[in-house]
Structures are given as C-alpha cells and as structure tokens.
T-cell receptor
C-alpha cells in the first residue's frame, strides 16, 4: 500500500529566509508526486509535480521540490519565504497503473513570521 | 470557466438523518474522489471513481455511499451509520492519466446538530 509521511506538523520560518517542508513516501514502483497548498476553509490548490526526468521541479509562486529516489523524499522548498506563503501544505503520491489512487500526507502548517 | 463545484458550502444534519453532498465538474475529468478532512489527520479517502458506473471504497468508506451515473457528477451521501460525520468534505477530480494533478472543490463543512 502506498503512503506519504510529512514528519512536521508545523514549520516556522522568518520572512525572507529559505523554507523547507519535508515529505517522504512509500509506493511500489516509480511514483507520481505532488504538492498542494490549502488556505483556511478552502479546497487544495496544485503547486507542482514530479513525473519523470529532472529531479528538481519548479512550480507556482516560486516553490520548487527535489525528488530523491534513494531517500524516497520529495521536499518542498522556496529560497525566500513570504508572509503570504503561510498555509497548510500537503504532499501526495499517485500510483501508476491500476486504479491510480491518490494518497495525501497529513499536511504541514507553514507559518512565516514577519 | 472550467472547474469543480461543491454544494452546499455549509450543511447541518440532525442525528439519524442522511444527507447528500453535491460535487459537479465540467473539466471532462474521468476520475473523481471524495476526501474527509479533520484537524491533525490530513485528507482521508472515502470513495473514488475512475469511470462512470464504477467506484471503489477508500480508506474510510463505512457510513458513506456514492453514485457515479454521469461523468460530471459524484454525489456523496453521509448516512446515519456514520457515527462522527462532522468534518470538512472535499471533492476532487483528475484525468485518468496518473501524471495529472487533481482539481479540488471549495469544500462542504458538515456539522451534526
């Protein structure tokens, strides 16, 4: 069975500093990996995805993520955090083939401090 | 505009009642999903459907039912058998191809009164 782990419930970072939100996964075969962001009382919005190829993926709002197959990780990063980045971030994995179920992590709350 | 619409935004249910949450998409997506979100537990999959007239149980299907009679629609019924239904419910859709991202509705907050 596939699974996603986000080991940190909350990440605090000062505005202007780099940020990292961690994600590790477990899945049979090669994964499709995604990051989403959620603002209060709203649905999730897609940020970026890894399908194949370059391990560094760039996405919306200056975010990027690095796929590391040996460590089964897909950490979300941003060089300089903004207060407006404060939100709940979800990592997700989608299986290849079969019913292609999407599994989400429990989410990490990012707090950017002015 | 293409998108995915959930209604209502807020829903109140009395003990012992069944309620149905609506989810409609005009993105021509094949796959649709229902998730439940509780604080500290992330998104948990209730049901998903890859094609019309076919759906699969997710991780927490007990007390819920779905139908997929049309490609655009995937309603979720919360039955009286669901003992703790108060939660935020999210509907999502994707293309069948696994490398495509999901689009989410704005959610329905269900409260038992």
């Amino acid at each position: 069975a596939q699974s996603v782990a986000q080991p940190e419930d909350q990440v605090n970072v000062a505005e202007g500093n780099p940020l990292t939100v961690k994600c590790t996964y477990s899945v049979s075969g090669n994964p499709y990996l995604f990051w989403y962001v959620q603002y209060p009382n709203r649905g999730l919005q897609f940020l970026l995805k890894y399908i194949t190829g370059d391990n560094l993926v760039k996405g919306s709002y200056g975010f990027e993520a690095e796929f590391n197959k040996s460590q089964t990780s897909f950490h979300l990063k941003k060089p300089s955090a903004l207060v407006s980045d404060s939100a709940l971030y979800f990592c997700a994995v989608r299986e290849r083939g079969g019913y292609q179920k999407v599994t989400f992590g429990i989410g990490t709350k990012l707090q950017v401090i002015p | 505009d293409g998108g995915i619409t959930q209604s209502p935004k807020y829903l109140f249910r009395k003990e012992g009642q069944n309620v149905t949450l609506s989810c409609e998409q005009n993105l021509n997506h094949d796959a649709m999903y229902w998730y439940r979100q509780d604080p500290g537990q992330g998104l948990r999959l209730i049901y998903y459907s890859q094609i019309v007239n076919d759906f699969q149980k997710g991780d927490i299907a007990e007390g819920y039912s779905v139908s997929r009679e049309k490609k655009e629609s995937f309603p979720l019924t919360v039955t009286s058998a669901q003992k703790n239904p108060t939660a935020f419910y999210l509907c999502a859709s994707t293309y069948s191809a696994g490398n495509t991202e999901a689009f989410f509705g704005q959610g329905t907050r269900l409260t038992v009164v």
